[in-house]
Nanobody, 126 residues
């Protein structure tokens, strides 16, 4: 059983930056791939970024490519999402999620993730 806790959300002006953290506990961190999802009011949950296990290969949604960076600290068992050049359309609740590293399903399919955090609100507004 893996527990995930997000932090770092808040209110930021367009063009600003935030760093989200996803602290994990329980389970074996190296067994899990981690992804960030977001959900805006009235919209479907969408995949933002994904990072595999110890080798750390990454994937990004087109909408955030070049602006967001995902990373993981295998000692601290934490995954980060550095967000820059934020836009109003980035406003959403951001969730981190974990699934076994051997899952072959598309990374953006949120139904394939077994463990979820409670979410953290990101609001981009002037």
């Amino acid at each position: 059983q893996v527990q995930l806790v997000e932090s770092g959300g808040g209110l930021v002006q367009p063009g600003g930056s935030l760093r989200l953290s996803c602290a994990t506990s329980g389970g074996t961190f190296a067994f899990y791939a981690i992804a960030w999802f977001r959900q805006a009011p009235g919209k479907e949950r969408e995949g933002v970024s994904y990072i595999s296990t110890t080798e750390g290969s990454t994937i990004y949604a087109d909408s955030v490519k070049g602006r967001f960076t995902i990373s993981r600290d295998n000692i601290e068992k934490t995954v980060y999402l550095q967000m820059t050049s934020l836009k109003p359309e980035d406003t959403a609740v951001y969730y981190c999620a974990a699934r076994p590293r051997w899952s072959g399903s598309p990374w953006y399919n949120h139904h394939t993730y077994d463990y979820w955090g409670q979410g953290t609100q990101v609001t981009v507004s002037s």
